[in-house]
């Protein structure tokens, strides 16, 4: 039967005073972060790094800057108009090409005898020329009983439908920034962190996996000289606080539930950004070789109702004096997409399999599968469903 509205407001009731404790408390930190971050950001860059502990301490500052109000670098970008705006889009796109990938997929099914699944990758170029040429298209890739075996039998099958989805926008990525032509004037999105914390806690074979595919990533950047940016909307990283929290000078309580976003979020108008830092995380980035040191980020406001985005850098971007120039990119892309870049959510429209995708994938693997003489079953609710829409 359908949940009680009634029985929902009840037990929230019953447990104001948990929830409006955990309210307050929460809001005295952040605001003791926010004066903590304001304090290190006025500084000086030398005296700061000095002070510094040694070992993975969740970030360290990069970007020489001059003392900034509320920790921030504000854009000073300001229109009249939604048309002003777009000129401005004109002026830092024309002739810049973006790139983005993004995927789907088609778990396996309990309806189906077989273990079978299906990865999609969509992708999106526009070269923001006059005559609006682009280009889209999509590859798949069909995951067989063979591919979806795991090493562990309490390790979900679902988790090599993710690596085999990651590893292949992350190769095309790689191949498309191989055979770039303009590498100066083109800007490739990943749609996620470059940092795959994520990835820590699967096991060995699949850890390599995520990490061997970012790396690659990373590494093809750098050498091809093709800007990369990791895009995250909704970060729930916590390497500034992280900073804050080991920083000698401040006497902060370590609190799990604040994320850098959320502390930054009333610091920041929109196109305002931080300045750049080094990614110093524990974990994963033991893992990266050669390439540990190289992810830089900062954060970007994007929206004016919305905490602001984490935007994840190669370093030598950084080191090549390319940094503004890739961020008024994703500030244009951010304009035109109404607060996401346009290059990712058009390559997302391009990859989702929606719900008649998935009836059109079995039915054509039923139709395969009884021309082959394959023992394939499916469920009677399954079947009712293919034949019915």
Same mark, same amino acid.
């Given at each position: 039967?359908?949940?009680?509205?009634?029985?929902?407001?009840?037990?929230?009731?019953?447990?104001?005073?948990?929830?409006?404790?955990?309210?307050?408390?929460?809001?005295?930190?952040?605001?003791?972060?926010?004066?903590? =971050?304001?304090?290190?950001?006025?500084?000086?860059? +030398?005296?700061? +790094?000095?002070?510094?502990?040694?070992?993975?301490?969740?970030?360290?500052?990069?970007?020489?800057?001059?003392?900034?109000?509320?920790?921030?670098?504000?854009?000073?970008?300001? =229109?009249?108009?939604?048309?002003?705006?777009?000129?401005?889009?004109?002026?830092?796109?024309?002739?810049?090409?973006?790139?983005? $990938?993004?995927?789907?997929?088609?778990?396996?099914?309990?309806?189906?005898?077989?273990?079978?699944?299906?990865?999609?990758?969509?992708?999106?170029?526009?070269?923001?020329?006059?005559?609006?040429?682009?280009?889209?298209?999509?590859?798949?890739?069909?995951?067989?009983?063979?591919?979806?075996?795991?090493?562990?039998?309490?390790?979900?099958?679902?988790?090599?439908?993710?690596?085999?989805?990651?590893?292949?926008?992350?190769?095309?990525?790689?191949?498309?920034?191989?055979?770039?032509?303009?590498?100066?004037? *083109?800007?490739?999105?990943?749609?996620?962190?470059?940092?795959?914390?994520?990835?820590?806690?699967?096991?060995?074979?699949?850890?390599?996996?995520?990490?061997?595919?970012?790396?690659?990533?990373?590494?093809?950047?750098?050498?091809?000289?093709?800007?990369?940016?990791?895009? $995250?909307?909704?970060?729930?990283?916590?390497?500034?606080?992280?900073?804050?929290?080991?920083?000698?000078?401040?006497?902060?309580?370590?609190?799990?539930?604040?994320?850098?976003?959320?502390?930054?979020?009333?610091?920041?108008?929109?196109?305002?950004?931080?300045?750049?830092?080094?990614?110093?995380?524990?974990?994963?980035?033991?893992?990266?070789?050669?390439?540990?040191?190289?992810? *830089?980020?900062?954060?970007?406001? *994007?929206?004016?109702?919305?905490?602001?985005?984490?935007?994840?850098?190669?370093? =030598?971007?950084?080191?090549?004096?390319?940094?503004?120039?890739?961020?008024?990119?994703?500030?244009?892309?951010?304009?035109?997409?109404?607060?996401?870049?346009?290059?990712?959510?058009?390559?997302?429209?391009?990859?989702?399999?929606?719900?008649?995708?998935?009836?059109?994938?079995?039915?054509?693997?039923?139709?395969?599968?009884?021309?082959?003489?394959?023992?394939?079953?499916?469920?009677?609710?399954?079947?009712?469903?293919?034949?019915?829409?």
């Amino acid at each position: 039967m359908p949940v009680s509205p009634a029985q929902i407001r009840a037990a929230l009731e019953d447990k104001r005073n948990a929830f409006q404790d955990f309210n307050h408390t929460w809001q005295q930190d952040l605001q003791r972060y926010q004066a903590a =971050w304001q304090q290190l950001t006025q500084t000086p860059p +030398a005296k700061l +790094a000095a002070s510094l502990p040694a070992g993975r301490i969740g970030a360290r500052p990069l970007e020489p800057y001059d003392a900034v109000k509320k920790g921030v670098l504000p854009s000073r970008l300001d =229109w009249a108009s939604r048309e002003e705006s777009l000129e401005w889009v004109r002026s830092q796109l024309a002739g810049i090409t973006t790139f983005a $990938v993004d995927g789907s997929q088609i778990f396996p099914s309990k309806d189906v005898s077989i273990p079978v699944a299906l990865v999609q990758i969509g992708w999106f170029e526009n070269a923001h020329t006059p005559d609006g040429t682009y280009t889209k298209d999509i590859a798949l890739d069909v995951l067989t009983p063979e591919d979806l075996k795991t090493g562990r039998m309490d390790e979900p099958v679902d988790r090599q439908v993710n690596i085999r989805r990651f590893v292949m926008e992350t190769e095309r990525l790689v191949s498309y920034m191989r055979t770039c032509k303009t590498p100066d004037r *083109t800007l490739v999105f990943f749609d996620g962190s470059l940092v795959v914390t994520f990835a820590d806690v699967f096991d060995g074979e699949s850890r390599r996996a995520y990490v061997d595919a970012i790396v690659a990533l990373l590494e093809t950047s750098q050498a091809c000289r093709v800007p990369l940016v990791g895009y $995250v909307d909704n970060s729930s990283a916590r390497d500034l606080t992280g900073l804050l929290y080991h920083w000698p000078a401040t006497d902060l309580p370590q609190v799990e539930t604040l994320h850098d976003a959320q502390m930054l979020n009333r610091l920041m108008k929109w196109g305002d950004r931080t300045p750049l830092l080094h990614c110093d995380r524990e974990g994963i980035l033991s893992d990266y070789g050669d390439q540990a040191d190289q992810v *830089t980020f900062t954060y970007l406001r *994007t929206t004016r109702d919305r905490p602001p985005a984490r935007l994840e850098i190669p370093r =030598w971007i950084w080191e090549s004096g390319q940094l503004e120039t890739v961020v008024n990119w994703v500030r244009a892309e951010v304009i035109i997409g109404g607060g996401y870049p346009y290059a990712i959510e058009t390559a997302d429209q391009i990859a989702v399999l929606q719900a008649p995708d998935r009836q059109l994938f079995y039915r054509i693997l039923q139709d395969w599968a009884e021309q082959e003489a394959l023992n394939l079953r499916f469920s009677r609710k399954l079947v009712s469903k293919i034949w019915r829409r």
